[in-house]
């Protein structure tokens, strides 16, 4: 992270925010801080809070609880001015599909005060940095998911915020169209020292941000960069198949060190030199035990780690 600078940028503390008829809090206690220039993801599975978190931070929802500071200003009554200073892509398209590119980016500009040769100077800017230079007179409807999501990040940029948030940024992008997304946020944070914030489910995603809070029930569960977050997770992972799941829980416990856990039906444990291990827990319990594998730590393995669920489980 040798891009990130120590000034804090987002600043978030104890925010909350429940929905009416509501059985609990959306998001609850969420704490986070952002240094300028880094890119943060927040990872958690449907229903955790993620959603939310992105409609307080892009203003279209009002906080109940807590509080947040975004540029030096504060979410619950500064929003006109942190709006100049915030870039917002929605995991939905907000793109006009009858017009073209260029008209797309001159509405953004207007809305945003811009106006004559700055605003065509930005167009013009915007067009270059996301290889749209060929495509400015194209209907927007026309175009691929990639080329679209690349409107929508010149779009959301062409005011030069500080912030960019995006909710779901992959969503809908073959691999190829989310490798040239992450060129050009790698490119934002590293030379424009943006500070990118974004929601997620999906770990490939993750794992190319500068640090991740994996969110659950609303709340953080633990925030650091993804190569310390699994390095916390004590050596292999083993995920063993049975039809006695509960009952080989407990015989893996009597025999052996360590903490296994049924998950969804299959007995996760966490051991180190795990090839080594595997002979002893066959020659002990292999009458129990239809398969047995293991690999290194991914972040789903530490979002099992620190709440006993899968990350693909959605929350009610």
């Not at 986070?32 to 927040?42: D, Q, S, T």
């Not at 977050?229 to 006695?244: F, H, N, P, R, T």
Request: charged residues 25%.
């Amino acid at each position: 992270m040798n891009n990130v600078v120590s000034d804090t940028t987002v600043d978030i503390h104890n925010l909350g925010f429940v929905y009416p008829l509501a059985k609990g809090f959306a998001l609850d206690g969420f704490s986070l801080k952002v240094n300028r220039g880094e890119i943060v993801g927040v990872l958690g599975p449907n229903g955790s809070g993620k959603t939310t978190l992105f409609r307080l931070l892009s203003t279209s929802l009002a906080p109940q609880r807590g509080d947040a500071r975004m540029s030096g200003f504060d979410l619950r009554n500064k929003c006109r001015e942190l709006r100049l200073k915030l870039g917002v892509v929605f995991q939905r398209p907000a793109l006009d599909q009858k017009l073209t590119v260029i008209e797309n980016l001159l509405i953004q500009g207007n809305l945003y005060g811009l106006s004559g040769p700055l605003l065509q100077h930005r167009v013009k800017e915007a067009l270059a940095r996301f290889g749209l230079e060929g495509r400015g007179n194209d209907r927007v409807g026309i175009l691929s998911g990639g080329l679209a999501r690349r409107v929508e990040l010149a779009k959301s940029l062409l005011h030069e915020p500080e912030i960019l948030i995006m909710d779901e940024p992959s969503t809908g992008l073959d691999p190829g169209a989310r490798l040239e997304l992450w060129r050009c946020l790698k490119e934002l944070s590293r030379e424009r020292k943006t500070t990118i914030l974004l929601t997620t489910h999906l770990i490939d995603e993750a794992e190319r941000c500068d640090r991740v809070g994996l969110i659950d029930g609303g709340r953080l569960v633990v925030l650091g960069a993804p190569g310390e977050l699994k390095s916390a997770v004590g050596g292999d992972v083993l995920k063993i198949e049975s039809d006695l799941a509960q009952e080989l829980c407990g015989e893996i416990k009597k025999r052996f060190a360590g903490e296994p856990r049924v998950i969804d039906g299959d007995v996760y444990l966490e051991r180190e030199r795990a090839h080594e291990f595997i002979p002893a827990l066959m020659g002990a319990l292999g009458s129990m035990i239809r398969s047995v594998a293991f690999s290194r730590p991914t972040l789903e393995d530490v979002f099992m780690h620190y709440t006993g669920r899968r990350l693909t489980a959605d929350q009610g």
